[in-house]
Every structure is written in structure tokens, then in C-alpha cells.
């Protein structure tokens, strides 16, 4: 693995802290978003991740300078990708958005350039002609806020070359992560194949209105001890790739119920600016979220 240069297309909540991540870690990185308004909501989510690396991993006020230092942005994809080594794609969960992007992408990317894929439920080989370049293509996800839960996933599709499957498994490495090899495809790769049920079931009982969300994730906090219920962790994914992901599964089923659910958190949530943990609100107001309260669990 040679890699020096990364750059990180897309530059929400994920893909900031991918970059950021990168860039601590010694890499030249440059962010890439579709216009400068994007590209500005990025170095604020970047600035703010200042606080949880000294609070988590006690960085020091020099390691973050240099970090920051190391990064570039542009809404230009040529001029973002010229000499990168590898891109790391984390744009929306929508496959004709995904497909189009990787079609611009393997026409202005160097030809030794590796893709990768952060898509959380979308398969490699969905995308894989599209970007010119099969073998040197793989899946690449990463957990939220990965400087704490720092996995990487790498995921093969039947055509990636394994030396390029190799050195995204050092990469991943490099960058601080506990690397995990997926042999074959996975929908929803390890993670999200464990986590995306409970989701879903969550979601499934709010629309039902079985009970609200908050007795939902009070129910699972007290009975497995786990220290989030499900809609906390929806918060931290964001809402919008909630109703991402809802949308596709009910266009690609026709189950009604996932029409429901995106539904749902269309009308309630994000046309009404909460959109998460990010944004200070989503089904909790923030930074004093109702399930941190000491009373919450009784």
C-alpha cells in the first residue's frame, strides 16, 4: 500500500469524519462536495470534531493543527480526485445519485485510482461497471463517529482485484481502524446486517404506534444494558439516511410499511430541520439528550 493521497467525496456527517480521521493520521486529503455552501457546512463539522478527539483520544493542540493542515476542499471533482490515490465515496444512499457519480468519477480520476464505496446497504457490484474500472473498486464502510468505534469494513465484489483488496486492508490500518475483511458481498456488510433489523423494527413499532420512541429505546437500554436504543442510534446515522434507506427498501419491495416509515420521518423530522445528532435534534434535542437523564431508565 502506497497511498498518499485520499480524497473524500462527500462531506456529511460520515464523510467529515472520514477525512478528518485521514488526515490525522498523516494523509493528504481532499474533500470534495458538489458546491461550496456543502463544502462550508464541512468545515464546521470538522471544526467541531476538535472536541471529541481531545476528550476521547487526548490529542494535542499540534497533532490537530496538523491535521487541519492537511486538508483541502473542492467542489471541482477533476480538480479533487487529480492525484488521489484513492477516493472514498460517501455520498447519499440512492443508487441512480451513486451510478452517476461513479460515471463523472472514472472519466476524470487518474487511471491507478482506487474507488471505494462507504454505502452502508448498497452492494459494490451495484456500481462496479459503472465506474470504469471493476477491479480496482471494493466497498469500504465505516461505523459512525470512527475515531471511537473504529471499524472498517472491506468488502470484495467477484471482480476486485484482491492486491487492491490487500491495500485497502492496510489502509484501513493506517488510519487507526480495526480492519475487517469480508471474503464475499454482503448486503449491509457484518454491522448494519446485526443492526439494521433493530432499526427497522424500531421504526416499525413507532409507525405502528405501539409505543413512542423513547419508551422503544428505554425498553432496549434496560433489558440488554446497551447504553443507546435504537433511535439514539438513528440520531447519530442522521435521519436523512434513515429516509434514504426506507425510501429504497419500500420502492424496491412495495411493502407499504417502509413507505410509512420514510414517510414518517420526511413529515416529522426532516422537513422540520431535525435531522439528528448532528443538528441538535432529531428524535432527542441536544447535547442533553433526554435518555443521558439519571431517571431515564426507571
Given at each position: 500500500?502506497?497511498?498518499?493521497?485520499i480524497?473524500?467525496?462527500?462531506?456529511?456527517?460520515l464523510?467529515?469524519?472520514?477525512?478528518?480521521?485521514?488526515?490525522?493520521?498523516?494523509?493528504?486529503?481532499?474533500?470534495?462536495?458538489?458546491n461550496?455552501?456543502?463544502?462550508?457546512?464541512?468545515k464546521?463539522?470538522m471544526?467541531e470534531?476538535?472536541?471529541?478527539?481531545?476528550a476521547?483520544?487526548?490529542?494535542?493542540?499540534?497533532q490537530?493543527?496538523?491535521?487541519?493542515s492537511?486538508?483541502?476542499y473542492?467542489?471541482?471533482?477533476?480538480?479533487a480526485?487529480?492525484?488521489?490515490?484513492?477516493v472514498i465515496?460517501?455520498?447519499?444512499?440512492?443508487?441512480?445519485?451513486?451510478?452517476?457519480?461513479?460515471k463523472?468519477?472514472?472519466?476524470?480520476?487518474?487511471?491507478?485510482?482506487?474507488?471505494?464505496?462507504n454505502?452502508?446497504?448498497?452492494?459494490p457490484?451495484?456500481?462496479?461497471e459503472?465506474?470504469?474500472?471493476?477491479?480496482?473498486?471494493l466497498a469500504?464502510?465505516?461505523?459512525?463517529?470512527?475515531?471511537?468505534?473504529?471499524?472498517?469494513?472491506?468488502m470484495?465484489h467477484p471482480?476486485?482485484?484482491?492486491g487492491v483488496?490487500e491495500d485497502?486492508?492496510?489502509?484501513?490500518?493506517?488510519?487507526?481502524m480495526?480492519?475487517l475483511?469480508?471474503?464475499?458481498?454482503?448486503?449491509?456488510y457484518?454491522l448494519?446486517?446485526?443492526?439494521?433489523?433493530?432499526?427497522?423494527?424500531?421504526?416499525?413499532?413507532?409507525v405502528r404506534?405501539?409505543?413512542?420512541?423513547?419508551?422503544?429505546?428505554?425498553?432496549?437500554?434496560?433489558?440488554?444494558?446497551?447504553?443507546?436504543g435504537?433511535?439514539?442510534?438513528?440520531?447519530?446515522?442522521?435521519?436523512?439516511?434513515a429516509?434514504?434507506?426506507?425510501?429504497?427498501?419500500a420502492?424496491?419491495?412495495g411493502?407499504?410499511?417502509?413507505?410509512?416509515?420514510?414517510?414518517?420521518?420526511?413529515?416529522e423530522?426532516?422537513?422540520?430541520g431535525?435531522?439528528?445528532?448532528?443538528?441538535?435534534?432529531g428524535f432527542y434535542?441536544?447535547?442533553?439528550?433526554n435518555?443521558?437523564k439519571?431517571?431515564f431508565?426507571?
Amino acid at each position: 500500500m502506497n497511498y498518499k493521497h485520499i480524497t473524500v467525496a462527500g462531506s456529511g456527517v460520515l464523510g467529515s469524519q472520514i477525512a478528518f480521521q485521514t488526515a490525522y493520521k498523516g494523509f493528504d486529503v481532499t474533500v470534495y462536495d458538489i458546491n461550496d455552501q456543502a463544502l462550508a457546512k464541512a468545515k464546521e463539522r470538522m471544526a467541531e470534531l476538535k472536541s471529541h478527539y481531545v476528550a476521547d483520544l487526548n490529542a494535542s493542540e499540534e497533532q490537530l493543527a496538523a491535521a487541519y493542515s492537511r486538508i483541502a476542499y473542492n467542489s471541482d471533482l477533476a480538480a479533487a480526485v487529480s492525484n488521489s490515490d484513492l477516493v472514498i465515496e460517501a455520498i447519499p444512499e440512492v443508487v441512480q445519485i451513486k451510478t452517476d457519480f461513479y460515471k463523472k468519477l472514472g472519466e476524470v480520476a487518474p487511471k491507478n485510482t482506487i474507488f471505494a464505496t462507504n454505502s452502508s446497504t448498497l452492494l459494490p457490484s451495484q456500481f462496479a461497471e459503472a465506474t470504469g474500472r471493476p477491479g480496482q473498486f471494493l466497498a469500504l464502510h465505516f461505523a459512525n463517529e470512527i475515531w471511537r468505534n473504529n471499524t472498517a469494513e472491506v468488502m470484495k465484489h467477484p471482480g476486485t482485484d484482491n492486491g487492491v483488496f490487500e491495500d485497502v486492508v492496510a489502509f484501513a490500518k493506517a488510519i487507526g481502524m480495526v480492519a475487517l475483511p469480508l471474503q464475499k458481498e454482503q448486503p449491509g456488510y457484518i454491522l448494519n446486517s446485526l443492526l439494521v433489523p433493530l432499526l427497522e423494527a424500531a421504526q416499525q413499532l413507532l409507525v405502528r404506534e405501539i409505543a413512542d420512541a423513547e419508551t422503544i429505546d428505554k425498553t432496549w437500554m434496560v433489558a440488554t444494558g446497551a447504553p443507546l436504543g435504537p433511535f439514539a442510534i438513528l440520531d447519530v446515522v442522521g435521519i436523512n439516511t434513515a429516509y434514504n434507506i426506507g425510501l429504497a427498501k419500500a420502492k424496491a419491495t412495495g411493502d407499504a410499511e417502509f413507505q410509512n416509515i420514510a414517510d414518517l420521518l420526511k413529515s416529522e423530522y426532516i422537513d422540520k430541520g431535525k435531522l439528528g445528532r448532528a443538528t441538535g435534534e432529531g428524535f432527542y434535542k441536544y447535547p442533553n439528550p433526554n435518555f443521558l437523564k439519571p431517571d431515564f431508565k426507571s
